[in-house]
């Protein structure tokens, strides 16, 4: 059964760097057909999509986060990262970690495995 | 796209009938349309893709229908757990984006 795990610091200073690790089991990241995606969700808000990389190691960003985001792989440990820098009070959410379903025609997903998620919240 | 959810709240009773809507700015390419559903506290999790595939496990209580721009969450005489925040998501187009979500709460 897939298992996904986010782990990470809690609570991130402003103008620091957000990070997070995903760790899979049950299944592997390199398996094809798959991307490994990070979304959030600020409290009482909608889910915003952040990044993935795909099986192959090709890494997509939103295009308004692209500037601060960084998607890592760690495929010996079957795990995955998200650096966010210079965060600021509106990046504070929920982090999920999760497996797409993607087409290797357009790049798209849907999610059919989510994390538990992980709070993260931007203070002083 | 765009995809805009209504109504942003249904109250309904157990053993009713709830229809959720979801709205493309433009067509969604290949009906690439997924629901998930999101209990408080708790992960979304997939109910639908392909606008009209059940995922593994989902009870045939829900059924999604649609194409272009126009599309149906059908969920038949609910149950208590089905009381939640439902959220549709198209990957038919870059970027992938999500609907603002219906919460469907008890009458």
């Known amino acids: 059964q897939l298992q996904l795990q986010e782990s990470g610091s809690r609570l991130v200073r402003p103008s620091q760097t957000l990070s997070l690790t995903c760790v899979v089991s049950g299944a592997s990241i390199s398996n094809g057909g798959y991307s490994w995606n990070w979304i959030r969700q600020p409290p009482g808000r909608g889910l915003e999509w952040i990044g993935y990389i795909y099986h192959s190691g090709n890494i997509y960003y939103s295009p308004s986060l692209k500037s601060r985001v960084a998607i890592s792989v760690e495929r010996s440990k079957n795990q995955f990262s998200l650096n966010l820098t210079s965060v600021t009070a509106a990046d504070t959410a929920v982090y999920y970690c999760a497996r797409g379903v993607t087409n290797p025609y357009n790049n798209n997903w849907y999610i059919d495995n989510w994390g538990q998620g992980t709070l993260v919240i931007v203070s002083s | 796209i765009v995809l805009t959810q209504s109504p942003g709240t249904l109250s309904l009773s157990p053993g009713e009938r709830a229809t959720l809507s979801c709205r493309a700015s433009?067509?969604?390419?290949?009906?690439?349309l997924a629901w998930y559903q999101q209990q408080p506290g708790q992960a979304p999790r997939l109910l639908i893709f392909g606008a009209s595939n059940r995922a593994t496990g989902i009870p045939d209580r829900f059924s999604g229908s649609g194409s272009g721009t126009d599309f149906t969450l059908t969920i038949n005489s609910l149950e208590p757990e089905d009381f939640a925040v439902y959220y549709c998501q198209q990957y038919g187009n870059s970027p992938v984006t999500f609907g603002q979500g219906t919460k469907l709460e008890i009458k």
């Open positions: 433009q067509s969604v390419s290949s009906r690439y």
